[in-house]
């Protein structure tokens, strides 16, 4: 179920930071980090990945894990070690409520504004083993309420949806 996901994330991305003019020399390093924001999952086991019903608070502690391993298997790596700290950066929201590091509006920068998005999006259309895949259209509504409670950047949502094909 997570075949294609990463590629769509890095598509969603790089598309949006060019829409918002903000590809530039951060291009690259967004790039990777959309590739593998999501490499930190091999540390999970797959029993929590594939499970059919809701997640206990220990199982949603693990998953919430993987963005750390994310950072620490990319950062090992003198190719990817630039984009280790972007790419685990995906869950992270603008109000501190994400994660590995509950970091705020000022600790993210467009491009980690841009990667989480992209993500979110990306694995609403997604089916997932305990959720079907949502519909474009109640999708972009989602990450739209998201940024309207101020979780996500609101700029950086109109940048994805726009590049997602939606109109707003």
Request: aromatic letters at 4%.
């Amino acid at each position: 179920w997570t075949v294609g996901h990463s590629p769509k994330v890095a598509a969603l991305a790089i598309a949006a930071a060019g829409a918002a003019g903000a590809a530039g020399a951060d291009g690259k390093t967004l790039t990777i980090a959309a590739l593998l924001h999501d490499i930190g999952r091999t540390a999970v086991i797959n029993g929590i990945w594939d499970k059919l019903g809701p997640f206990d608070a220990g199982e949603r502690a693990r998953m919430h894990a993987h963005t750390f391993e994310t950072e620490r298997i990319l950062a090992r790596t003198p190719l990817f070690a630039p984009a280790a700290a972007l790419a685990s950066m995906a869950h992270e929201r603008l109000d501190g409520s994400g994660y590995h590091r509950a970091l705020r509006t000022t600790a993210l920068s467009r491009s980690a504004r841009l990667l989480a998005i992209a993500d979110t999006y990306a694995a609403l259309i997604q089916a997932r083993p305990h959720r079907p895949a949502k519909r474009a259209p109640e999708a972009a509504e989602i990450v739209a309420a998201e940024a309207r409670r101020g979780a996500l950047c609101r700029d950086a949502v109109d940048a994805v949806l726009e590049v997602a094909g939606h109109v707003r």
